[in-house]
C-alpha cells in the first residue's frame, strides 16, 4: 500500500513538470499569436493612408529603390490607352503628288515612371512621350508636289499670294490678327522688291513667308530647269533680305509647273505646293458665294488659295469662325505639313 502512493505521488509530480515546461515553451507564442488577432493597436500598415482613385503608391519594394506596383500599373495603363499609331505618306505616281506623314506617339514608361518617382507625393507630371516615325515619308519623294495636309488632322491653311492688292492687304492682316491666326503668304519676288515695307509688315505680324516666283508674269512650264531655279533663288534672296525668313515653299503662278519646276525646287530645298481648294476671289464672287465654296467642299488638310482682293478681309470675317466651330485649326503651311504629332493633355498624379 505504501509503495502504491509512492508511485501516485511521482507520477503526480511528472504532470506537474510537464505542465510547468510546457508553459514555459509554449506561452509566449500562444500569447502573441492571440494578441495579434485581438489587438488592433499593435497593427502595423506598410502602406500609410489609402490612395485615391488615379494615384499611384510611392512604397518601394524591400531593396527600397523600386516603385510600387500601383505607380507602374498607372504608367502602363496610360500607355496602353493613349497611343496613336504612325501614318504613312501616301504617293501617288500617276500625278507625282504626296500626302504627307503623320508621326505616331507613345508613352516612354520608364522614363515617365522616373520622373513620378522623383515627384512630390500628390504632385500631377506630364508623360514623357516618344514619336513614332512612319516607314514611308514624304521626303522620300522630294520633287513630288503637295496638294493638302494629312486628312486624319482636323487642320486647313490659308495660301494668300501676294502680287498685287497692296490697298487690301492691312485689312487682311487685321482680321487674322483679330482671331489669332498665322497665314502663309506665297510673296512675288519682283513686288517684294517694290514694297519692302509691305513685306515686312507682313512678317511682324508673325505670319509665314513663300515664295511665288520672281515675276507673276512668269509660265513656269516654259522655264527651264537653270531659269526656275534663278527664279526661285532671287525671290528667297529678296525675302530673306528684308525679314531674316528663308521661305521653304513654293507654288507657281496659276498653279502651272512642269516636272523641271519640281525638280528645280527640290534642287533648291524647297517643296513645290499647289491647292485644294481656291476661293476665285480675283473674280470677286462676293464674300458669302466664296465662304459657301469653301465650306461646302471642306476636308481635313485642305490648303485654301486667296489673295488681297476688296473682298478677302470679309470673307475671312465669316469663314474663320465657321471653320472653327466645325472643329478645325486654322494654321499655317508648315504646321499643316509637319509631321509631329497633337500629344494628349494628360497628366499622371503620384
Keep these: 500500500m505504501q509503495q502504491k502512493k509512492v ?27 492571440r494578441r495579434g488577432e485581438d489587438d488592433p493597436g499593435e497593427h502595423n500598415d506598410p502602406g500609410g493612408d489609402p490612395e485615391e482613385p488615379g494615384q499611384g503608391s510611392n512604397n518601394p519594394d524591400q531593396n527600397g529603390d523600386a516603385p510600387g506596383p500601383d505607380l507602374a500599373d498607372l504608367v502602363r495603363a496610360a500607355a496602353e490607352k493613349h497611343r496613336a499609331d504612325p501614318v504613312d505618306a501616301v504617293y501617288n505616281s500617276a500625278y507625282n503628288t504626296v500626302i504627307p506623314e503623320m508621326n505616331g506617339y507613345r508613352i516612354d514608361q520608364q522614363a515617365t515612371l522616373a520622373r513620378l518617382m522623383a515627384a512630390a507625393p500628390g504632385e500631377a507630371v506630364a508623360p514623357v512621350w516618344q514619336e513614332l516615325r512612319p516607314a514611308v515619308t514624304a521626303a522620300d519623294y522630294p520633287d513630288a508636289v ?33 482671331h489669332d491666326v498665322q497665314g502663309t503668304f506665297f510673296i512675288v519676288g519682283r513686288w517684294a522688291e517694290r514694297f519692302p515695307d509691305l513685306l515686312q509688315e507682313i512678317h511682324r505680324r508673325g505670319h509665314e513667308l513663300a515664295n511665288h516666283g520672281y515675276d507673276d508674269g512668269e509660265v513656269m512650264p516654259d522655264l527651264d530647269y537653270n ?26 503662278h496659276k498653279g502651272e509647273y512642269s516636272s523641271v519646276s519640281c525638280r528645280a525646287a527640290a534642287g533648291l530645298g524647297m517643296r513645290l505646293l499647289t491647292w485644294t481648294l481656291d476661293t476665285v476671289d480675283w473674280q470677286l ?11 461646302d467642299n471642306l476636308s481635313p488638310g485642305a490648303i485654301i488659295l486667296m ?24 494654321v499655317s503651311v508648315k504646321e499643316l505639313l509637319s509631321p509631329v504629332p497633337s500629344f494628349p493633355q494628360l497628366t499622371l498624379k503620384r
Excluded: C
Excluded at 227 to 252: C, D, M, V, W
Design 7 to 33: 508511485l501516485l505521488i511521482v507520477l503526480i509530480v511528472i504532470i506537474l513538470l510537464a505542465s510547468f515546461a510546457a508553459g514555459i515553451i509554449f506561452g509566449p507564442a500562444l500569447f502573441n499569436e
Design 146 to 178: 503637295i496638294e493638302r495636309g494629312n486628312p486624319a488632322r482636323q487642320r486647313v491653311a490659308f495660301m494668300i499670294n501676294v502680287a498685287w492688292g497692296n490697298e487690301y492687304l492691312p485689312e487682311v492682316l487685321d482680321v487674322l490678327e483679330q
Design 227 to 252: 531659269a526656275t531655279a534663278a527664279s526661285l533663288s532671287r525671290t528667297n534672296e529678296i525675302i530673306e533680305k528684308y525679314t531674316g525668313q528663308r521661305p521653304r515653299y513654293f507654288t507657281p
Design 285 to 295: 464672287p462676293g464674300e458669302e458665294a466664296m465662304a459657301r465654296r469653301i465650306l
Design 307 to 330: 489673295h488681297p482682293t476688296e473682298q478677302s478681309a470679309g470673307f475671312l470675317q465669316l469663314i474663320m469662325p465657321e471653320l472653327q466651330s466645325r472643329g478645325y485649326r486654322i
